[in-house]
């Protein structure tokens, strides 16, 4: 992730910076819709948050373990 904000920073073409951010937005979007047509009807706002939670957590241990064995 640092790598790409740092080439974000050093980028000096205001089209290509305007163009990623509209890439950014736009992925955002279709990312935000998904999960709303994804999530059963009755489901509350805390446990979508909880289990959007978990999820990062689960990845986040998941590519510790990947760099650990070093296969990633």
């Known amino acids: 992730m640092r790598k790409y904000l ?3 920073r050093t980028e000096k073409d205001p089209k290509k910076r305007r ?3 509209y ?3 736009l992925w955002s979007g279709i990312g935000i819709a998904s999960i709303v ?4 009807k009755g489901t509350s706002i805390t446990e979508i948050i909880l289990a959007i939670g978990i999820f990062v957590i689960i990845l986040y241990f ?3 373990a990947l760099k650990y ?3 990633l």
């Open 6 to 8: 740092e080439r974000d």
């Open 69 to 71: 064995f070093k296969i």
């Open 23 to 25: 890439q950014i937005l």
């Open 19 to 21: 163009k990623e951010f």
């Open 37 to 40: 047509s994804y999530v059963p």
């Open 62 to 64: 998941f590519i510790r």
